[in-house]
């Protein structure tokens, strides 16, 4: 009788849903998705100006390398892939869709293993090589803090770094890289040696100005080794990065300098175009487990691209949410990153909420909230049951509840009935089947308000929000 009554519970949560419409009125299909039906296997003469540029040139494993990449063709699958050097097109490590951006960056994970790698460019989905980016050696022990500075189109400028000034500790350099960018671009700040306090910080600066003037900042949280990725200020100028102890305005280091301007960046790499066949270097994306699982049904609704910042009250112990936010991570790809954050504006928060939970219904151990604008995800609540006695016998919070119900923040609306972690009950799986993989993954390879094929689930407006619970077993 029991499970009879969980099981009604459970089809009632599958039933709570509720959408508020929208009065916006924005166009809903880009032009990406005729180019990607123009899409063709045809050779490509490689296009005049296409260029790849990789900073730092030298870098531990598994920091953050950033990719600049100039004259791209424009379609949404372009892509940029990583590899040994030497390797064929056929064995990337790693890659990523531009998403029809012709000039921008990208960050990439530098390898585990200890070599020389390189990027490159391919066309719209295939192997059509369009540029090949300058080697990047992955090593042990400390980073390089002085580049080269990428120059500029149409002039060689060599901005002089700032020499790193006397400080408590000799053993904490920084390196900001590129050397030169863009308003906006993102800045890959690598650190080494840091004294290891949680408030331990890094801040941007413009070149002379007093510590108390910095433009942004970063608290290091206990590491002593490791990089972050700071935004270019939109005012062009000369900036550095400087590194502060405890909370303090203690400096002990300062990076070399960053020279913000207009114009594209121009690394000059030899370009090698290769003719050939078309494969997808992805598997197929799914457009019908799309339709099915997602928020969308009938258009692409998902996070935007970038770093979305998570803020976690519960602390339960022994549950890193981080961990569980990377296993989500993994899946999507690199183009969004879901971050834990202690900040109070983060657009999701995860938290305790016994009364709202238990309205719900007898064994409702959770549920995640969501909303979207535009097709774009824009805010998530996931409630927590907290440990204690409820419904008649003790519940506390354990892994699975946090991965199933930020899999629904981070785009999947429905629930599985196949054994694993996204099931409507909770089964003691932390599996995420393949089902759900492909439904994330394709989501986060396709663009915001994507026109999905004449889907035959029931079509959504572009705002809207969603409840979603999960019953314990």
Known sequence: MKRNKVFFIAILGLLLITFISG???????????????????????????????????????GGNITVNFTGAPGYYRDWIGLFKVGSNNYSRISYQYLRGQKNGSLIF???????????????NGSYTKLATSNQVVVQNGALNPTPTPTPLAGSSPTPT??????????????????????????????????????RDWIGL????????????????????????IFKAPNT?????????????????????????????????????PLAGSSPTPSSPINYQLISQYSYGKNNVVRWR???????????????????????????????TTFQLSTDSTSPITIFYDAASITSQGNGVWGYATVWWSNYQLIKAEVRILPEGNWYGYPIKPKYELYLHELGHVVGFAGHTNDGSVMDAIANGSTTISSTTR???????????????AKSPYNNVPKDGMMVIPLVNR
């Open 23 to 61: 009065c916006t009125n924005v166009p809903m299909t880009p032009s990406v998705e005729k180019e990607l039906n123009d899409a063709s296997g045809v050779s490509v003469i490689e296009i005049a100006g296409t260029s790849l540029s990789a900073s730092p040139s030298v870098i531990v494993p």
């Open 109 to 123: 994970k530098a390898p585990n293993t200890i070599g020389q790698y390189e990027f490159r460019l391919f066309r």
């Open 161 to 198: 770094p700032t020499p790193t000034p006397p400080s408590t500790n000799n053993n904490s350099p920084l390196s900001a890289s590129p050397s030169v960018i863009v308003p906006g671009g993102n800045i890959t700040v690598n650190f080494t040696g840091a004294p290891g306090y949680y």
């Open 205 to 228: 600066f413009k070149v002379g100005s007093n510590n108390y003037s910095r433009i942004s900042y970063q608290y290091l949280r206990g590491q002593k080794n490791g990089s972050l």
């Open 236 to 272: 062009i100028g000369q900036y550095e990065f400087r590194l502060f102890r405890n909370g303090s305005y203690t400096k002990l280091a300062t990076s070399n300098q960053v020279v913000v301007q207009n114009g594209a960046l121009n690394p000059t790499p030899t370009p090698t």
């Open 305 to 335: 691209d970038g770093i979305i910042k998570v803020k976690d009250s519960t602390n339960y112990p022994g549950i890193n949410v981080q961990d569980v936010l990377n296993q989500w991570n993994s899946i999507i790809g690199g183009t």
């Open 438 to 452: 492909s439904v994330i993954n394709g989501l986060y390879n396709l663009p915001i308000g994507y026109a999905l």
